[in-house]
């Protein structure tokens, strides 16, 4: 954990992409958006594990999300779980 003020900048500084996608994830103006967004920011933090199991995985998850296949599936989803028809 940081102590030092050092410590803390260094941790906000490492931070600061993932802060500004949480920025960007709350003003999205649509579903699809926010989930890629989401996306990118998994993506973010898989980078900082040692293992390239979940960046692998979020990479399919991304490239089916902006696949015109996937954008309709999500819309599907979206619209279902919303109780539209």
Do not use: C, V, W
Request: charged share 25%.
């Amino acid at each position: 954990m940081a102590n030092s003020l050092g410590e803390k900048i260094k941790l906000l500084t490492e931070l600061a992409p993932l802060l500004l996608l949480a920025q960007q994830i709350s003003t999205a103006t649509s579903e699809h958006d926010r989930a890629l967004l989401i996306i990118d920011a998994l993506q973010f933090l898989a980078g900082k594990t040692a293992t390239a199991d979940d960046d692998e995985a979020l990479e399919h998850i991304e490239k089916i999300l902006r696949s015109s296949e996937g954008t309709a599936f999500f819309a599907y989803l979206i619209a279902k779980f919303n109780g539209k028809k």
